[in-house]
């Protein structure tokens, strides 16, 4: 089944303790970017990936690292959480259909930092 | 900057009930999509539409796209408890190469 996958679907975690969010897709797409929605503020891209070695800021990268050494997977770093990034965050790959684009979205990862 | 308005915000109606739901920019798009976004979940494509003034119908769901590739709206005929969740537009693509997110509509269907 074609599908993004991130692990974990929910962390509780305490300032300053550095963590990762998994990301991992089976569809070989180049394309890969993590957003974070938040109420009233929708889904905020972070960063994304272009193809292996490439990786670009977004909208909202300040706190967060990335790195794409394989096509398939992209983890979202964060060295010093801090409450501000309690959030819902969603892994994303895409797909150029020759007209547009089709993203297909992982199920989230619900982060609390406090 | 290009950005995305969708309105309402809020739509609360019962079960049978007719709606639309919009999608505005100033900016002209390529493409524009709509998802679906169900609580606890990510959200999941539902219809692309590129050229102005296309039309696509899902089931009971009718999308349209806007002549001048700015706006969009989708309407729900005889909505159903299912069809309750977070509609999201986007629009593509950005300047850099990114997909521009609406704020969603969320839609609460009564039974």
Same mark, same amino acid.
């Given at each position: 089944e074609a599908q993004v996958t991130q692990n974990p679907r929910y962390l509780i975690t305490v300032t300053g303790k550095k963590l990762t969010v998994t990301c991992s897709q089976n569809m070989n797409h180049e394309y890969m970017s993590w957003y974070r929605q938040d109420p009233g503020l929708g889904l905020r891209q972070i960063y994304y990936s272009m193809n292996v070695e490439v990786t670009d800021k977004g909208d909202v990268p300040e706190g967060y690292k990335v790195s794409r050494k394989e096509k398939r997977n992209f983890p979202l770093i964060l060295e010093s959480p801090s409450p501000n990034q309690t959030s819902l965050y969603f892994c994303a790959s895409r797909l150029w259909t020759g007209g547009s684009y089709e993203q297909y979205f992982g199920p989230g990862t619900r982060l609390t930092v406090t | 900057t290009q950005l995305l308005e969708q309105s309402p915000q809020f739509l609360s109606i019962q079960e049978g009930e007719n709606l639309t739901v919009y999608c505005n920019s100033s900016s002209v798009f390529s493409s524009l999509q709509w998802y679906r976004q169900e609580p606890g979940e990510g959200p999941v494509l539902l219809v692309t539409v590129v050229t102005g003034g296309e039309v696509k119908k899902l089931k009971r769901l009718t999308f349209q796209f806007g002549d001048a590739r700015k706006d969009s709206s989708l309407h729900i005929t005889a909505? #159903?408890?299912?069809?309750?969740g977070l509609y999201l537009c986007a629009g593509g693509p950005?300047? #850099?190469g990114n997909l521009i997110f609406g704020k969603g509509t969320k839609l609460s269907v009564k039974p």
């Open positions: - | 909505a #159903q408890t299912g069809d309750t950005g300047s #850099q």
